[in-house]
């Protein structure tokens, strides 16, 4: 099945400053890649997604690129505010019917400091 | 914006009782998804559903857990005989149409179940 690793575990940058997590999947069948924040104690939100015949996706900071041949995926942050504070999830799911299942990596807090 | 509603949103049970989770999808939505979280850990797929059957499960969802979509709104996970270890946050996701053709899920609340 597929397993999806995402680094760093922490990070923390200035206010202003941009933010990269990184993630790598190991099923190459796999077509979808969603984002999602979760703030303390809240849902994970959906920020920003990419399809595999898509290399990058732009939504005004924030923006996700994908490298299917290297089976990785990236999340960029411009202008950090505090309010982008929180754990962000990566996740990976494979394009067969009857295997719509989200697997998601282990997460990075992200602190942006003031 | 339509959201995914979750309830409760705490329930304290004792070790070996039953509980029933509840979701109400997002009304024009046909898949469903139960999640599970352990504090400080990542999201995990328990189940999906669509057209009323599991499309598919992981190895939590053992015999002991079940689903159930009883009418046109709510989506139930149910947990027959609590363990310890089923102390989570757990949260009901849906998406109108299979996520592998690029369809995001999105998610409720969340339920935070605590086993004593």
């Known amino acids: 099945g597929e397993n999806v690793e995402q680094h760093p575990s922490t990070l923390s940058v200035q206010e202003g400053d941009s933010a990269v997590i990184k993630c790598t999947y190991s099923?190459?069948?796999?077509?979808?890649f969603p984002w999602y924040k979760q703030e303390l104690g809240k849902r994970p939100q959906l920020i920003i997604d990419?399809?595999?015949?898509?290399g990058e996706k732009k939504d005004q900071r924030i923006a996700v690129t994908l490298n299917k041949t290297a089976k990785h995926f990236s999340l960029h942050i411009t202008e950090t505010q505090p309010e982008d504070s929180a754990v962000y999830f990566c996740?990976?799911?494979?394009?067969?019917?009857?295997?719509?299942?989200?697997?998601f990596g282990t997460g990075t807090r992200l602190t942006i400091i003031p | 914006e339509p959201e995914v509603t979750q309830t409760p949103s705490h329930q304290v049970t004792q070790m070996g009782q039953e509980v029933i989770l509840r979701c109400v999808p997002i009304?024009?939505?046909?898949?469903f998804y139960w999640y599970r979280q352990i504090l400080g850990q990542k999201v995990e797929f328990l189940v999906s559903?669509?057209?009323?059957?599991?499309?598919?499960k992981s190895e939590i969802f053992d015999d002991q857990f079940s689903v159930e979509r009883p009418d046109g709104s709510n989506f139930t996970l149910k947990i027959r005989s609590t363990k310890l270890e089923d102390s989570a946050m757990y949260f009901c996701?849906?998406?109108?149409?299979?996520?592998?053709?690029?369809?995001?899920?999105?998610f409720g609340d969340g339920t935070r179940l605590s086993i004593l």
């Open positions: 996740a990976g799911c494979g394009p067969n019917f009857g295997n719509e299942k989200l697997t």
């Open positions: 099923d190459s069948a796999s077509n979808y």
């Open positions: 990419i399809r595999s015949n898509v």
């Open positions: 559903f669509y057209n009323n059957e599991i499309s598919e």
């Open positions: 009304s024009n939505h046909l898949y």
């Open positions: 996701a849906s998406s109108e149409n299979p996520t592998g053709s690029g369809q995001p899920q999105h």
